[in-house]
């Protein structure tokens, strides 16, 4: 897909309709929009070590943020299993080095190098990293996705808000024993 990510409806609403699409028409949306059942499924048992280690992290990070979604599950696993096969990557090339070399061994058993190349967990490295950063930044891990992903706390700024509404709402006033003319 391309251009920019689609906000969520949610997002559009908390901003105040920028777009002038409607407030109700965002309404509509918002409750036609499917819900997805809270709570990831159990930590699949073919997961060990690092996924394991990270399917529990994320899973506890999602639940304290209410983005804990069963069909989510399928993508955090994957995850995990990047994350696992990232970090393995980079102790191999940390313990094998970054360049490898291409050699060939003759019939008599001499080994004749031949060139130099990159090693190829250096490339597996890379790419198992990039769907960790995928995932992260779909699901609010990094620090930019954080700001997109902002939950409004009702109960945090309502009253001054409501304060001024209501202050701004009402019909204005003389005040008594006021010369003012309107």
């Known amino acids: 897909m391309r251009g920019r990510k689609r906000k969520p409806i949610e997002q559009q609403i908390a901003e105040g309709d920028p777009a002038k699409r409607g407030v109700h028409k965002l309404d509509r949306k918002l409750a036609a929009a499917p819900k997805a059942s809270s709570g990831l499924p159990d930590c699949p048992k073919h997961l060990s070590g690092l996924a394991r280690y990270a399917w529990e992290f994320w ?28 970090v393995t990557a980079d102790a191999i090339v940390e313990k094998e080095g970054i360049i490898c070399i291409d050699s060939f061994v003759t019939k008599l058993g001499d080994i004749i190098p031949l060139r130099t190349k990159k090693h190829p967990a250096v490339e597996i490295s890379s790419q198992s990293w990039g769907h960790v950063k995928s995932f992260c930044s779909e699901f609010g891990f990094s620090p930019a996705s954080r700001v997109r992903l902002t939950l409004d706390d009702p109960t945090k700024g309502k009253s001054a808000d409501d304060d001024l509404l209501k202050a701004l709402s009402q019909p204005r006033t003389k005040p008594e024993g006021s010369s003012l003319v309107q």
């Open 59 to 86: 899973s506890e990070e999602l639940a304290i943020m209410k983005l804990d979604k069963r069909p989510d599950g399928p993508l955090l696993e994957g995850a995990c299993q990047q994350y696992a096969r990232a």
